[in-house]
Nanobody
Framework: QVQLVESGGGLVQAGGSLRLSCAAS????????MRWYRQAPGKQRELVAL???????NYADSVKGRFTISRDNAKNTVYLQMNNLKPEDTAVYYC??????????WGQGTRVTVSS
């Protein structure tokens, strides 16, 4: 069974940093596009950042210049480095692995809370 396990969430003050990790198992990790989504209370889930199988990246406008997505194919892990965090970054962050519509998987989420 495919597993995506996120870690690294927590409580941080505004201006602080966190690094999220997502470890994947039982997939051919290096062919998957990896994405980070987040869902704030009362809001829809939104795409935060993605990295494709060849390392190309894209970011939501709200996090550009503050967040960096990266992957380590040797460790089957994707990271999200979050700097200069703002209270509006408070959300549950989810890892997503996407190859095709039939091969898409989600992690259980990790909570990030940014205090002002």
């Amino acid at each position: 069974q495919v597993q995506l396990v996120e870690s690294g969430g927590g409580l941080v003050q505004a201006g602080g940093s966190l690094r999220l990790s997502c470890a994947a198992s039982r997939i051919v990790f290096d062919i998957y596009a990896m994405r980070w989504y987040r869902q704030a209370p009362g809001k829809q889930r939104e795409l935060v950042a993605l990295i494709n199988s060849v390392g190309g990246t894209n970011y939501a406008d709200s996090v550009k210049g503050r967040f960096t997505i990266s992957r380590d194919n040797a460790k089957n892990t994707v990271y999200l480095q979050m700097n200069n965090l703002k209270p509006e970054d408070t959300a549950v962050y989810y890892c997503n692995a996407h190859y095709t519509r039939d091969f898409e998987y989600w992690g259980q989420g990790t909570r990030v809370t940014v205090s002002s």
